[in-house]
């Protein structure tokens, strides 16, 4: 069985690394190299990343990238872990109206609803600004956040609002003081999730975010890809950079995410 265990574990880690192999062959590949991708290049050529990092003007695309998903992120974490508390501590017949309606809105494609987004976003001037892309991603990543802070927040014991209330703590400071901080590990899968989420986006960002300068990695990489023209290994290189600084987030979070994500979903 323990044999049986091993080779599972061997399977299913080949299966994963396939993706990053065939990233890191394309990524050093010359542009002039035709052969398969499965194929190991000839030649290593390193000059795919800086080329990549100057064409698509990766430093402008990554500075966009964190201030966004920096952002975005915080508000996230803060609102949903706010919304969280009340949803789970005081199950009146309204909140749980509002946690099936934020529930409901998870089955909801985000592209459904581009078109009139787009109007909206046009008519107050979001076009071309931090604001209106960081205020989009918050909307639509706040069903998953709060559905998997409820869940979290139900299984700490209600034995501490009690204990705190009669030391005379607020409600707001129960959760500020006592609840919140035992929120780690679920705020640390709230980071990795919605992190990697609008880190990645491509949908919004590619409609909002026109102009050169304010372009995030994803749209500024899809420049190297066209109807007459294709340059996967320069794709491939600003993909493995732009994969890097949440790859070493992750490293920092990992620890958490596994508790954060199982007891986040239990009682949710």
Request: aromatic share 14%; with cysteine; charged share 10%.
């Amino acid at each position: 069985m323990k044999a049986f265990k091993y080779i599972a574990a061997l399977i299913i880690l080949i299966i994963h690394s396939i993706p990053f192999y065939i990233l890191v062959n394309l990524s050093f590949k010359p542009i002039e190299d035709t052969s398969s991708k499965w194929m190991p290049s000839s030649s290593l050529r390193f000059e795919n990343f800086i080329d990549a990092w100057k064409d698509a003007q990766l430093g402008r695309a990554v500075l966009n990238n964190g201030i966004v998903t920096l952002l975005a992120v915080i508000l996230v974490v803060l609102i949903g872990a706010c919304a969280s508390y009340p949803l789970a501590r005081h199950a009146t017949r309204w909140n749980r109206f509002v946690y099936t309606l934020c529930i409901s809105c998870l089955i909801v494609p985000a592209l459904t609803i581009l078109v009139p987004l787009y109007k909206f976003i046009v008519d107050v001037g979001g076009i071309n600004t931090y604001w209106a892309i960081i205020l989009t991603q918050v909307t639509f990543s706040l069903p998953m956040t709060i559905f998997l802070f409820t869940g979290f927040v139900s299984t700490v014991p209600r034995e501490l609002d009690e204990a705190g209330l009669i030391d005379g703590c607020s409600r707001y400071g129960i959760f500020l003081r006592i609840i919140f901080p035992l929120l780690k590990p679920i705020t640390a899968t709230v980071v990795i999730l919605i992190g990697v989420q609008v880190w990645n986006d491509y949908q919004f960002s590619v409609f909002f975010l026109q102009k050169k300068e304010m372009m995030t990695i994803p749209v500024a990489l899809s420049g190297f890809v066209s109807q007459f023209h294709s340059n996967i290994s320069w794709v491939a290189a600003g993909c493995f950079i732009g994969m890097l600084p949440l790859t070493v987030v992750y490293l920092f979070l990992q620890k958490y995410f596994v508790k954060g994500m199982v007891e986040g979903a239990i009682k949710g």
